[in-house]
Antibody, heavy 116, light 106 residues
Framework: QLVESGGGVVQPGGSLRLSCAASGFTFSVNSMHWVRQAPGKGLEWVTFIGHDGSDKRYVDSVRGRFTISRDDSKKTLYLEMNSLRAEDTAVYYC???????????WGQGTTVIVSS | EIVMTQSPASLSVSPGERTTLSCRASQSVYNSLAWYQQKPGQAPRLLIYRASTRATGVPARFSGSGSGTEFTLTISSLQSEDFAVYYCQQYNDWWTFGPGTKVEVK
């Protein structure tokens, strides 16, 4: 199970940190993703972190502004979001990587609204 | 970046009917293709991975096929709980989703 938190309303240019608490599987051996969905739109992959934290990847639109990280001792995935823009408004889902088979476990999502 | 397209964008289907959804990749993704189902207000659910393998607990009425750049998801007999949006996703080269196909009740 994955449970996201940390969403909210933030002004353009502001920052927010999302968290994703994992349970029911061995978090430390699994790679993880953040995927977002703007209101009324489709799914967009945002960022990935490898199981040991050394491999991090970002979609171009967030590279340099967002940072993914993990704390295996707390079984928690994070997304630090800086310089937020209106177009970052979305539901943010964390998802477990299914080892070259897609994403098999998803959280319920947390909503981020960037607005003045 | 690999671009995924899906067709149709939406379709109206009667319960019990068979329906086929299409997904195309801008370049070969081999069989690195997954299908997800998303219902309103819910997170996506993995249905199919490796183009044709059903995820745990997915009913046999869902089947996937294809390789390279052309893929299909077939629902053999639509049930009421199958009306949803379906997304394809490639994971051969990073990860990209298609725009989705909305399956509605006729």
């Amino acid at each position: 199970q994955l449970v996201e938190s940390g969403g909210g309303v933030v002004q353009p240019g502001g920052s927010l940190r999302l968290s994703c608490a994992a349970s029911g599987f061995t978090f430390s051996v699994n790679s993880m993703h953040w995927v977002r969905q703007a209101p009324g739109k489709g799914l967009e992959w945002v960022t990935f972190i490898g199981h040991d934290g050394s491999d991090k990847r970002y979609v171009d639109s967030v590279r340099g502004r967002f940072t993914i990280s993990r704390d295996d001792s707390k079984k928690t995935l994070y997304l630090e979001m800086n310089s937020l823009r209106a177009e970052d408004t979305a539901v943010y889902y964390c998802a477990k990587d299914f080892a070259t088979r897609g994403m098999d476990v998803w959280g319920q999502g947390t909503t981020v609204i960037v607005s003045s | 970046e690999i671009v995924m397209t899906q067709s149709p964008a939406s379709l109206s289907v009667s319960p019990g009917e068979r329906t086929t959804l299409s997904c195309r990749a801008s370049q070969s993704v081999y069989n690195s293709l997954a299908w997800y189902q998303q219902k309103p207000g819910q997170a996506p659910r993995l249905l199919i991975y490796r183009a044709s393998t059903r995820a745990t607990g997915v009913p046999a009425r869902f089947s996937g096929s294809g390789s390279g750049t052309e893929f299909t998801l077939t629902i053999s007999s639509l049930q009421s709980e199958d009306f949803a949006v379906y997304y394809c996703q490639q994971y051969n080269d990073w990860w990209t989703f298609g725009p989705g196909t909305k399956v509605e009740v006729k």
